[in-house]
């Protein structure tokens, strides 16, 4: 279950990362609330991840999940550039992130 939590956990960092792009500098209060509200659960569920799993890894594949989904996202919501080098270097982020899937004690 932890890694479960720790998947929801990075699933919604993306979304307080986007969010934060809509509520505009926390001047639109709807996109403002979303925001707060998947930041304080991504939050917890880090938090009940790292009753079980290593620290350095929890924080590392929050942190993985939320730069690559976040990536991702921008590229199709926001028409982020989307060229062959950036997605290679995703590629490289997922491989760590399994990678410390794979090779961790939990």
Request: charged share 10%; aromatic share 12%; hydrophobic share 60%.
């Amino acid at each position: 279950m932890p890694w479960v939590y720790l998947v929801l956990a990075g699933i919604f960092e993306c979304g307080w990362a986007i969010g934060l792009k809509y509520a505009d500098g926390w001047t639109k209060l709807v996109p403002s609330l979303l925001t707060i509200a998947a930041m304080a659960l991504s939050f917890w569920l880090l938090s009940a991840a790292m009753k079980t799993i290593p620290v350095g890894t929890a924080y590392a594949v929050w942190t993985g999940i939320g730069t690559v989904g976040v990536a991702i996202l921008g590229m199709i919501l926001f028409n982020e550039s989307h060229d062959i080098m950036r997605i290679i270097c995703l590629l490289l982020i997922v491989s760590g992130i399994v990678g410390l899937k794979v090779f961790s004690p939990t």
